[in-house]
């Protein structure tokens, strides 16, 4: 039986001072396009001997930006407990699992459950390579465990009550090494409006970038070190990236995609982590973000759909956007 690519890394608790991040993060949203949830369970164990599990929550609303929220809270490691096999991870009263979530931070709560994904995206298709960087120069691992689900359930903020049937989501599980990057563009999406089927998740570090697209039941990875490296012939393309303006393109597979992610500047979610060695990264999500993407499948006619309900982030060690960032680790 192969280990659940949500199974803990990291042989949490770890001693005071010896570095390491573990993240379980997910996204959610009806598919009206109302309003978009994201949340994270997080352990972190930095060099200056800080240590605690966390808890996240935002909640960005569409239509009246004034009522979107965001919520954290911090727990001791003694109110942590990671588990495998089944893996389970406890933080405080909150429990994630691989087909469920539930968890309560300030006026925020979820209970969520879905069927898991069959198919887990990594930036990087050799585990052996991947392995091998994490050792040696402390890169870190990602899967994308369940990269394309639908979620049912209920969220409350306060006294409103947004209630969920088959919602598109995602949720995603990162071990952050002893050098962490410095930054990095993101973004997924399975809330298309011409393709019900069709998911597109981009990841980018530094100058080397990982696409996956999955559209008519198959799936079509493009993250082979000829994908990735940027001196192949054969490598994904970054055409244009600033903060909220994201245009990318790959080939290879049997697929040609060309894809247009932009961010509604109303809508940012600003977040800081602090990482491993005790520096922050600042992150500025947008979880309703507009995306267009245009493919063609076996040399087949090209096809263009669209959606509203991206899920992006750019992320750096200054701020990539104007205004507050929360927790505040100062």
Request: net charge negative.
């Given at each position: 039986?192969?280990?659940?690519?949500?199974?803990?890394?990291?042989?949490?608790?770890?001693?005071?001072?010896?570095?390491?991040?573990?993240?379980w993060?997910?996204?959610?949203?009806?598919?009206?396009?109302?309003?978009?949830?994201?949340?994270?369970?997080t352990?972190?164990?930095?060099?200056?001997?800080?240590q605690?599990?966390r808890?996240?929550?935002?909640?960005?609303?569409?239509r009246?930006p004034?009522?979107?929220?965001?919520?954290?809270?911090?727990?001791?490691?003694?109110?942590?407990?990671?588990?495998?096999d089944?893996?389970?991870?406890?933080v405080?009263?909150?429990?994630?699992?691989?087909?469920?979530?539930?968890?309560e931070?300030?006026?925020?709560?979820?209970?969520?459950?879905?069927?898991?994904d069959?198919?887990?995206?990594?930036?990087?298709?050799?585990?052996?390579?991947?392995?091998?960087?994490?050792?040696?120069?402390?890169?870190?691992?990602?899967?994308?465990?369940?990269?394309?689900?639908?979620?049912?359930?209920?969220?409350?903020?306060?006294?409103?009550?947004?209630?969920?049937?088959?919602?598109?989501?995602?949720?995603?599980?990162?071990?952050?090494?002893?050098?962490?990057?410095?930054?990095?563009?993101?973004?997924?999406?399975?809330?298309?409006?011409?393709?019900?089927s069709?998911?597109?998740?981009?990841?980018r570090?530094?100058?080397?970038?990982?696409?996956?697209?999955?559209?008519?039941?198959?799936?079509?990875p493009?993250?082979?070190?000829k994908?990735?490296?940027?001196?192949?012939?054969?490598?994904?393309?970054?055409?244009?990236?600033e903060?909220?303006?994201?245009?990318?393109?790959?080939?290879?597979?049997?697929?040609?995609?060309?894809?247009?992610?932009?961010?509604?500047?109303?809508?940012?979610?600003?977040?800081?982590?602090l990482?491993p060695?005790?520096?922050?990264?600042?992150?500025?999500?947008?979880?309703?973000?507009?995306?267009?993407?245009?493919?063609?499948?076996?040399?087949?006619?090209?096809?263009?759909?669209?959606?509203?309900?991206?899920?992006?982030?750019?992320?750096?060690?200054?701020?990539?956007?104007?205004?507050?960032y929360?927790?505040?680790?100062?």
């Open positions: 039986m192969q280990p659940d690519p949500n199974d803990p890394v990291m042989d949490w608790p770890l001693e005071a001072g010896e570095p390491g991040r573990e993240v993060y997910s996204l959610v949203g009806p598919r009206d396009g109302s309003v978009a949830f994201w949340y994270r369970y352990l972190l164990s930095t060099t200056d001997g800080r605690e599990g808890l996240w929550a935002a909640l960005t609303d569409r009246n004034e009522d979107s929220t965001f919520v954290t809270e911090s727990f001791a490691f003694e109110d942590v407990w990671p588990d495998a089944p893996f389970e991870l406890t405080g009263d909150a429990v994630l699992t691989s087909a469920s979530a539930t968890g931070v300030g006026n925020v709560a979820w209970d969520l459950e879905y069927d898991p069959t198919y887990a995206f990594t930036p990087l298709r050799s585990e052996r390579l991947t392995d091998l960087l994490s050792r040696t120069i402390g890169t870190g691992k990602h899967w994308s465990r369940n990269e394309s689900v639908f979620m049912s359930g209920e969220i409350t903020v306060g006294d409103r009550t947004v209630e969920l049937e088959d919602a598109p989501g995602h949720q995603g599980h990162t071990v952050s090494g002893a050098s962490p990057p410095e930054e990095w563009t993101w973004v997924q999406c399975n809330d298309f409006d011409e393709e019900e069709a998911v597109l998740e981009a990841l570090l530094d100058d080397k970038l990982s696409l996956c697209l999955r559209v008519g039941g198959k799936v079509y493009l993250n082979r070190l994908h990735v490296l940027p001196a192949s012939p054969s490598a994904n393309r970054i055409d244009h990236d903060v909220g303006h994201w245009r990318f393109s790959g080939s290879g597979e049997g697929v040609e995609l060309q894809a247009t992610v932009e961010a509604d500047p109303e809508h940012w979610q600003r977040v800081a982590y990482v060695d005790g520096s922050v990264r600042y992150n500025a999500h947008c979880s309703i973000s507009e995306l267009t993407l245009t493919y063609s499948v076996d040399g087949g006619e090209p096809r263009t759909i669209t959606s509203d309900a991206a899920r992006a982030e750019w992320v750096d060690t200054r701020p990539p956007v104007d205004g507050e929360e927790p505040d680790w100062e």
